[in-house]
């Protein structure tokens, strides 16, 4: 081996060979197609050939097989092949995701941060299609998209087993290879297995003809069809209504734009057509003219904002996808709520940092019921933008809940509910958030924030104990009316990504939160309106730092119903080894020094509140929850609810998130969810998870139907095989073990039958969930 300063020189050496090669390549690329032209695309292209349809043939198969990976910000090389211009734009080596970023970075929303192909070139972004010569042969040639596909077609990989480790790398953090068409030619020669679908089987002939075919025409494509005459309507109805303009009207639609701009909102008469609530500076019967910040309440930049419903083209995927029905009964509610009602607003509030990212001080003037209802109307909506708001992925942020835990209100109509202004008024200071310090906010900002959560929580255990309330009991919870099942939800946690479930899954979660108005609107803005996934590191840090104090709140609320004696020995289990900076946070006596109000026959209380609580929002129960409201045998149920109760060693050794596709006699097939709580002995550290795991702890959670984004592993069997399945799951016991389950069982990554079973579980998921089916992320399949 030559010595280090040889090797040096060598690798120098290698960078200045291999930039001079792109140089060449590009050149004479050039010379044989033109020089690119980015405004190429800006106008839909005329095909050159006869073309399959964009919308009918080429956008499913990109569905298929191209977005499980390639959508949201964690798309490799900013690729995001979710809408049209999407593959317009191109890619970008620049992670969205910068675990070191010391300042925050610019943007690039699509849609929002630019509008043009030329404007992506300039910040940063690499094309994929031809942008030379309009030709056939230019098309293929000059296309990184099409050699990629090709270089598949060449190279399908194995057929059977794991992928080679020294070959493919899955994991998140690994280094991209982003390579422009002037490099495609050394990327083949390096890395001829990396073709697309990267690390899955190739494309059907079929599918991969029609893809060639359609690049070879220019890529054409034509603009979607209007939504239907019944549609178009209603949006322009829902936009006067959030148009109006008295100063009322105008703080009410500010409040609802900036709880309902991440979700896609659709209506009944055409419920796959979707939409986003966006800020426009023209009204409504006008062009949308976009208003672009990174936060909702950023200044407009306009005297008059106006909120428009913009027709969303892109495809549901369901690490983001949070669906929301505009309807007759929703705008109704809304009306009696808000645009009704007798509100005196003399004047607007302002959109400086200290009074936009506090939501107390920006919407006074709405009454605090009108407000909490809004956000309970669907609370699964309001929770999930916790998880999916702003970003796809964000372990920093989630490490910050348990696995497995429960969400349960205060009703609006409880006296707790009551006194919410008196204390909001009284402490109004002490509720700031840290998206006031904007995106680059120093580390230490947090410490701060601590200390007002302090006086708060002071002050409103001075509310709670001076006033004239009744013990807390169950009473006081929201019991969705009688009819909403988003009352009660779960919350399950997959390492960086998180699921809401309507309803109380499970007998005994690993913790519960009690949420009121204030908690539930920091929370919102804490984590949704005020997050920017580009803000840098000591941003996300004091974000999620800031969630502990809110987490903490959530689950002494719920403690309140324990009878005083038992709380901290419920609260010292949750947080064995708590660090030293929450010691303040985790003192029940402290919290709420009252006795509860609810009798307790058991030793066994937080067992026991757990079955009340349950019982009592039973009414509202979501059936799929209930193995036997969907259709399996008894034996069936039997089985899987066999396979819910493991727990300990042999739970540590599946993944966290399992799809089990169990095929029926007559070929149809059912498919469960299967998730593994991790237990840990506290979540109120940053670091070192791992040192916090507790394995013989865990348990599995068996749900009916699709939870979650990201499965880890796709079994597959006939359904007379579950005994078998289940046997094999309760006697882990080793690595062998799980290789074994996995040979039996496991569609892996190389088998040839993936494409058809994946095909299938989105097809089941449509049938069974067609208002919240969407496309999963095989990006954290595992390769064993």
């Not at 004479?28 to 033109?34: H, I, P, R, S, T």
């Not at 049209?84 to 970075?105: F, H, K, M």
């Not at 804490?526 to 997050?531: M, N, R």
Request: proline letters at 8%.
């Amino acid at each position: 081996m030559p010595p280090k300063p040889m090797r040096a020189v060598f690798g120098l050496a290698l960078l200045v060979l291999a930039g001079c090669t792109t140089v060449v390549a590009k050149v004479q690329l050039d010379y044989e197609l033109g020089r690119p032209d980015p405004a190429r695309y800006d106008a839909p292209p005329a095909p050159l050939a006869p073309a399959p349809d964009y919308w009918q043939q080429v956008r499913p198969i990109l569905d298929r097989r191209c977005v499980s990976c390639h959508a949201c910000y964690d798309a490799p090389c900013q690729l995001k092949l979710t809408r049209y211009d999407g593959l317009t734009r191109g890619a970008n080596p620049d992670p969205v995701y910068a675990g070191t970023r010391l300042l925050a970075a610019s943007p690039t929303r699509l849609g929002f941060d630019a509008h043009s192909t030329v404007e992506w070139r300039a910040k940063g972004f690499h094309p994929v299609l031809n942008e030379r010569a309009a030709t056939p042969m230019a098309n293929r040639d000059a296309s990184v998209l099409y050699r990629i596909l090709a270089l598949k077609q060449q190279h399908p990989g194995p057929t059977a087993g794991a992928l080679p480790d020294e070959r493919f790398d899955f994991a998140l953090d690994r280094s991209q290879s982003c390579a422009k068409v002037e490099s495609m030619d050394s990327f083949v020669a390096e890395h001829p297995e990396w073709g697309m679908p990267y690390g899955l089987p190739a494309l059907s002939q079929q599918d991969h003809d029609i893809l060639a075919r359609w690049i070879e025409a220019g890529a054409p494509y034509t603009p979607r069809p209007a939504p239907l005459a019944a549609v178009q309507a209603s949006v322009a109805e829902w936009e006067r209504l959030l148009n109006g303009d008295t100063l009322r009207d105008q703080l009410a639609a500010r409040y609802i734009y900036e709880h309902w701009y991440v979700g896609q909102l659709y209506f009944d008469e055409q419920p796959d057509y979707r939409f986003e609530l966006v800020r426009s500076r023209t009204p409504p019967g006008q062009p949308i003219d976009v208003i672009a910040t990174r936060r909702p309440y950023d200044p407009p930049g306009v005297e008059r904002v106006y909120y428009r419903l913009r027709p969303l083209e892109e495809t549901l995927v369901a690490k983001t996808h949070m669906p929301l029905a505009l309807d007759p009964a929703r705008m109704g509610r809304l009306r009696k709520w808000f645009f009704d009602a007798p509100i005196a607003v003399a004047q607007l509030p302002d959109y400086s940092p200290r009074t936009a990212t506090n939501p107390f001080a920006a919407f006074r003037a709405l009454p605090v019921d009108a407000r909490y209802r809004l956000m309970l109307d669907d609370a699964q909506f309001t929770l999930t933008g916790f998880m999916k708001g702003p970003v796809c992925r964000g372990q920093v942020a989630l490490n910050v809940i348990t696995d497995h835990f429960w969400v349960l209100f205060y009703s609006p109509e409880s006296e707790a509910n009551h006194q919410i202004q008196g204390l909001l008024d009284a402490t109004q200071p002490n509720l700031r958030l840290p998206a006031e310090d904007d995106s680059s906010t120093g580390i230490l900002a947090w410490r701060r924030y601590a200390q007002a959560e302090k006086a708060y929580l002071r002050t409103k255990a001075d509310f709670m104990a001076r006033g004239a309330r009744l013990p807390p009991r169950l009473a006081e919870l929201w019991n969705g009316d009688g009819h909403n099942p988003t009352a009660g939800l779960t919350v399950f946690r997959h390492f960086d990504s998180a699921s809401v479930v309507r309803g109380l899954a499970g007998e005994r979660p690993q913790t519960a939160m009690l949420l009121g108005y204030p908690l539930l609107e920091r929370m919102h803005y804490l984590l949704v309106a005020g997050f920017d996934v580009y803000g840098n590191t000591s941003h996300q840090l004091a974000t999620r730092l800031y969630m502990d104090f809110l987490r903490m709140e959530g689950e002494e609320n719920f403690l309140t119903l324990l009878p005083l004696k038992d709380r901290q020995k419920v609260l010292d289990h949750w947080y064995r080894g708590r660090p030293e900076r929450i010691r303040d946070f985790a003192d029940a006596a402290t919290y709420y020094p009252g006795e509860t109000g609810m009798r307790y026959r058991s030793a066994d209380t937080l067992g026991e509140l757990y079955r009340n609580v349950a019982q009592y929002l039973r009414p509202v129960r979501e059936k799929q929850i209930d193995l036997v409201a969907n259709g399996f045998n008894a034996e069936q149920r039997a089985q899987l609810r066999a396979l819910d109760k493991v727990t300990g060693r042999p739970a540590s050794l599946l993944p966290e998130h399992s799809l089990v596709v169990l095929t029926n006699p007559d070929g149809s097939i059912h498919v469960v969810s299967v998730l593994r709580n991790s237990a840990h002995s506290n979540v109120a550290e940053l670091f070192r998870e791992d040192t916090r795991r507790l394995p013989d702890e865990d348990s599995l959670s068996v749900l009916d139907g699709i939870v979650g984004a990201y499965p880890n592993t796709i079994f597959q069997l006939d359904a007379d095989e579950l005994p078998r399945f289940v046997r094999a799951v309760q006697t882990l016991a080793g690595d062998a073990d799980v290789q074994r389950l996995t040979q039996r069982f496991a569609i892996r990554r190389t088998d040839s039958r993936f494409w058809a079973v994946s095909d299938a579980i989105h097809a089941h998921w449509r049938q069974i969930a067609p208002r919240e089916a969407a496309i999963l992320d095989y990006s954290r399949l595992e390769n064993r």
